[in-house]
């Protein structure tokens, strides 16, 4: 079994492109600059964002956040992204997601300007992704297709389940992995909550995808031999002995999983780390689109 350790190749990623932005500087060009928007204060999304922000540290970029309230109305929200997309020094910017109740997210991810829109979820970017067309691809997936093909995972003709239809994972990711080249070729089955014979389904998997958001909802059972298993699961569950006070836990039970599989990532410490560094990937492609 090999680890596909997301830890590791998320910080050569991040060396890669920490070296690009010491070339900017020493060329005294501008470095690359991304803002996040977050509305309201739940604590995952805070978080998440806040590693977001550390990691444009860590690589030498600017960074702002951007807080407004929970209770902000689409209109004010809208107009933060007017003035996004209008600041000639922001290259990229995302909002962060679930947004409050009393916002349209479609209506807001179609107002950031598909240039700055590095989180990939603008429909224009989205179109562009299905049609193997360059533009930005979202950030999990993209996380997911580079570890693949830095382990050198064989995808071409394989059988690839995705478990979850969310338009940030799931169904991008069931796209990418049919896209001809590689990582893709693959024949994809895109399963969620109303897929008769799911488990059947998994068993005939060569490579699992799993974005549920369901603690150890894959077991080894489930699983054939050498299967590839991604988890894209990260549920906070209460546990007093943690330092937080909470554990984040993936998709798949890990401990019997792993003895079945041939590729399999850890939670944490895979796909999540990959995810802000095809952030940080997406944002310097932004800045070098931005110079023309
Ligand atoms: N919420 C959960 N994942 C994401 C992500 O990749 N981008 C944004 N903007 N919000 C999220």
Known sequence: MTLLDG??????????????VD??????????????????????SLTYVGSKVRACE???????????????????????IKELNEDDNIDGFIIQLPLPPQINT?????????????????????????????????????GILELLE?????????????????????????????????????????????????TQIISQADIVISALGVPNFLKAEMVRDDAVVIDVGITRVEDETAKKGYRIVGDVDFENVSKKASFITPVP?????????????????????RKG
């Open 23 to 44: 070339k900017m500087k020493a060329n005294g060009e501008k470095v690359p600059h991304l803002a996040a928007v977050i509305v309201g204060d739940d604590g995952a």
């Open 150 to 198: 830095r382990y050198d995972v064989d995808t071409k003709g394989k059988h690839t389940v995705v478990i979850g239809r969310s338009h940030i994972v799931g169904r991008p990711m069931s796209i990418l992995m049919s896209r001809k080249g590689w990582p893709g070729n693959s024949t994809v089955t895109l399963t969620h909550s109303n897929t008769k014979n799911i």
């Open 58 to 80: 860590r690589v030498g970029f600017e960074s702002t956040m951007v807080r407004m309230k929970h209770t902000t109305s689409e209109i004010e929200l809208l107009h933060k």
């Open 106 to 142: 479609q209506k807001v991810l179609m107002a950031v300007d598909p240039s700055k829109d590095v989180d990939g979820f603008h429909p224009e970017n989205f179109g562009r992704m299905a049609l193997d067309m360059s533009t930005f691809i979202p950030a999990t997936p993209f």
């Open 7 to 20: 830890k590791k190749v998320s910080n050569d990623i991040k060396d890669e492109i920490k070296a690009e």
């Open 269 to 289: 410490g895979g796909v999540g780390p990959m995810t802000i560094a095809m952030l940080l990937k997406n944002t310097l492609l932004a800045r070098e689109q």
